[in-house]
């Protein structure tokens, strides 16, 4: 079951085009697209004459053109044209989403049209940074529950491990890392430290540390998925555990998860270098170096979805480690119970 009142991540800003794009949201086929002032627009993706897939379509001067019989329909899911007609009937609509563009990003709200809350949405405004934080971005499909991305995020034990040819290290500093989280009004956060450790291979390459380093992660969950990363290291001992950490090597991270249905999502990750800003290389590396880092997570993700749907959940255990992920989990339970209930009672 999906949280429905909720902004959810439909695309990058720039994947809206020249063509509309069919991407489904919590089990909806929504197409999305620019209206004729460029503003971004999201529609049921599906035509209300003979229910031809809209996303099939091409965008002409006035809005998006069906491509079975050229009905065309503006950002609001109004028909405006019928060809050989001039009467447009007034039922001759599609259903609209509420859409905001921020921070390079497509939000989409997937609940009641009249909650939707454009300041709820979280700030990420790095994305427009390009000055102090140089920025790349993707979109993985994933088959896998958007949670499980998520739990992969809140438990970061899997780095030594998973990761331990990229940005992972040695696993037993990751296990025993210092780590202090607290509660937000929208989620949580957590910062670990792995303080006199020794820098996983990415780090070499983009910072050329020659020693041990002392590096931190800092990670808030802000419900329902999304997370937000700023990672870094100094020189062991140069003062950034005492808040020296402006100016050396870091960066941050932004993972967006989607549900696209109970079983598959999509993965809506950047980088930005909060280091050698004036090299564009540094950027392309770091991405180089993350992007293969964040497929070996889609492999362990799609390969726990395929057996979690052969042999249910039945007998999992949980750790010690997974003490934020559970947190997390019983966040999102009680949002979703509220979002039931509330429902159930009108
Ligand atoms: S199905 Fe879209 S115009 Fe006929
Ligand atoms: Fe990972």
């Not at 695309?11 to 489904?24: C, H, M, S, T, V």
């Not at 390459?205 to 990672?231: I, Y």
């Not at 003490?323 to 339970?333: G, I, P, S, V």
Request: hydrophobic fraction near 40%.
């Amino acid at each position: 079951m999906f949280l429905r009142n909720a902004w959810y991540i439909a695309a990058w800003a720039d994947e809206l085009g020249e063509k509309p794009l069919g991407r489904r949201v919590c089990n909806e086929p929504i197409v999305l697209f620019r209206d004729s002032n460029g503003a971004a627009a999201a529609l049921t993706d599906r035509c209300c004459h003979r229910s031809a897939p809209l996303s099939q379509g091409t965008l002409v001067a006035t809005g998006l053109q069906c491509g079975y019989h050229g009905l065309i329909f503006d950002g609001s899911g109004k028909c405006v044209a019928i060809p050989g007609q001039s009467r447009i009937p007034d039922d001759a609509r599609v259903r609209s989403y509420p859409v905001v563009e921020k921070d390079q990003l497509v939000w989409l709200w997937m609940g009641e049209a009249g909650r939707a809350d454009p300041g709820k949405i979280l700030d990420f405004p790095y994305h427009n940074d390009r000055a102090h934080w140089p920025n790349k971005h993707a979109c993985y499909p994933i088959k896998g529950n958007y949670m499980l991305m998520v739990d992969n995020l809140m438990d970061l034990t899997h780095l030594g491990y998973l990761h331990a040819k990229t940005v992972g290290g040695n696993p037993a500093a990751h296990v025993g890392a210092e780590m202090k989280t607290t509660r937000t009004s929208t989620g949580i956060k957590f910062t670990r430290w792995l303080r006199n450790s020794v820098p996983p291979p990415t780090y070499v390459k983009a910072a050329g540390f020659t020693g041990r380093v002392d590096r931190w992660q800092e990670f808030e969950w802000v419900a329902p998925s999304s997370v937000l990363q700023w990672t870094g290291a100094a020189d062991v001992g140069t003062g950034a555990y005492e808040g020296k950490r402006e100016g050396g090597f870091q960066f941050r991270l932004f993972h967006g998860l989607t549900p696209e249905t109970e079983t598959s999502c999509f993965y809506f990750w950047s980088c930005a270098n909060g280091y050698r800003q004036n090299e564009p290389a540094a950027t392309e590396q770091l991405y180089s170096e993350i992007a293969p880092t964040f497929v070996e997570d889609k492999e362990m993700v799609e390969a726990q979805q395929a057996r979690m749907t052969e042999l249910g959940e039945a007998g999992l255990v949980d750790i010690a480690a997974d003490a934020n992920r559970m947190t997390m989990r019983r966040f999102m339970e009680r949002m979703i119970a509220e979002e039931v209930g509330a429902r159930a009672a009108e």
